[in-house]
């Protein structure tokens, strides 16, 4: 992977959580990254093949990068970015949105995972986690819906078909909104990184949207949300507090910044009962 690709997919990957953003705001004056957000503890963790919904989650990855996953080509990896010793620092960065199967052929990330990049150009690819084997990837047929007005209408959402079926069991979408307070976990791509699971709870129902205090980075954007008490998808991960930010010598790689929620923006949600009309519509 070169660094123009490299460079690009930085870009599209700060289109993800934390709104939208440049390469400049990833890099620093050297091109590394600059910094990162973690909500009080860490709560980033692998993901078990026996986890629930762990089948369900979906990395969308360029195609050019999924050609050179399946060809185990060597490409830059989270260390080359960032400094802090994570355990994952040396995971592929391959992923720049994730997502969530609702249907043996549908699934639903975040609207403006698609700002910049066409159904052509990406597969969704399951199994895309620490094993490195059985990575499957599926083309996109159309993208069916986008909406990406988090500002005006709370809705930051797309629905796209899959030009085949998939075996596996979809996500069981809830019917009820949850109340603050609830726990919940996500499954998504940090950083473009191997699958990963992240805890957490519902901070706050503002204006019919989730803030909740998940760790989240670029690269999670469309990540399913779930119930910790039913396992049942509640939201779609949308947009953040930016990950990324000028750190003090203003080059160098990136120190990841943690915070308290309530210093904090936090992780916003946008809730499955948001998106049910749309979905019934293409059914």
Not at 175 to 184: R, T
Request: with cysteine.
């Amino acid at each position: 992977m070169n660094k123009i690709i490299v460079l690009a997919l930085i870009s599209s990957l700060m289109a993800g959580c934390g709104g939208a953003a440049t390469t400049s705001d990833f890099f620093a004056k050297n091109e590394t990254a600059t910094a990162g957000v973690i909500y009080g503890d860490n709560s980033i963790s692998e993901v078990k093949k026996s986890e629930p919904n762990n089948s369900v989650s979906l990395a969308l990855i360029k195609k050019e990068d999924f050609l050179s996953l399946k060809n185990k080509q060597e490409g830059y990896r989270v260390s080359d970015f960032i400094s802090e010793d994570l355990s994952w620092k040396d995971q592929p960065i391959s992923a720049f949105c994730s997502g969530v199967l609702i249907s043996e052929n549908q699934f639903l990330t975040a609207g403006h995972c698609f700002a910049e990049t066409k159904c052509e150009e990406f597969v969704a690819a399951f199994n895309y986690d620490l094993t490195g084997k059985d990575i499957h990837g599926v083309e996109c047929k159309k993208i069916e819906i986008i909406k990406n007005s988090l500002d005006e209408e709370g809705l930051d959402y797309a629905l796209v078909t899959l030009t085949e079926k998939v075996a596996i069991k979809p996500a069981t979408l809830s019917e009820k909104m949850l109340s603050e307070k609830s726990a919940v976990y996500s499954l998504g791509y940090p950083l473009g990184a191997y699958k990963k699971k992240s805890e957490g709870q519902i901070v706050e129902i503002s204006e019919g949207l989730y803030r909740s205090d998940l760790d989240l980075f670029t690269g999670n954007s469309g990540s399913p949300v779930f119930s910790a008490e039913t396992h049942e998808l509640v939201g779609i991960v949308s947009s953040g507090e930016t990950d990324f930010e000028e750190n003090s010598e203003g080059s160098g790689p990136a120190r990841i910044k943690h915070c308290q929620i309530e210093s904090c923006r936090g992780e916003f949600i946008t809730p499955i009962q948001k998106i049910l009309a749309d979905i019934a519509k293409t059914n």
